[in-house]
Nanobody, 126 residues
């Protein structure tokens, strides 16, 4: 069965850090461009970050650039999202998604994804 599972969410104080993991089963994540999305209550889902198949290109939303870092570990079939300097406005459900597509800038990152995880909750609050 082909699936994506996110983990690593939780409650953290403003200024804190979390690392989200995106693990795939049934397929090789390294063959896919992988993106992170988030959706806060009452808001539309937004693309946060993506990484190319080889891990040599990355894209970030303006709201997280400089604070979040995406990476992949092909040996573990996992993609990570390191989130530092978290703010209350980062509170959302974070989703991982994958698509078999060559990276071509932001336009290639956040549309028509092939596989989605069920999400992990991130809450930033004091």
């Amino acid at each position: 069965q082909l699936q994506i599972v996110e983990s690593g969410g939780g409650l953290v104080q403003p200024g804190g850090s979390l690392r989200l993991s995106c693990a795939a089963s049934g397929f090789t994540l390294g063959d896919y461009l992988v993106s992170w999305f988030r959706q806060a209550p009452g808001k539309e889902r937004e693309g946060v970050s993506c990484i190319s198949q080889r891990g040599d290109w990355e894209n970030y939303a303006n709201s997280v650039r400089g604070r979040f870092t995406i990476s992949r570990d092909k040996s573990k079939n996992v993609v990570y999202l390191q989130m530092n300097a978290l703010k209350p406005e980062d509170t959302a459900i974070y989703y991982c998604a994958a698509v078999q597509r060559t990276y071509n800038g932001a336009v290639s990152c956040y549309n028509d994804m092939d596989y989605w995880g069920k999400g992990t909750q991130v809450t930033v609050s004091s």
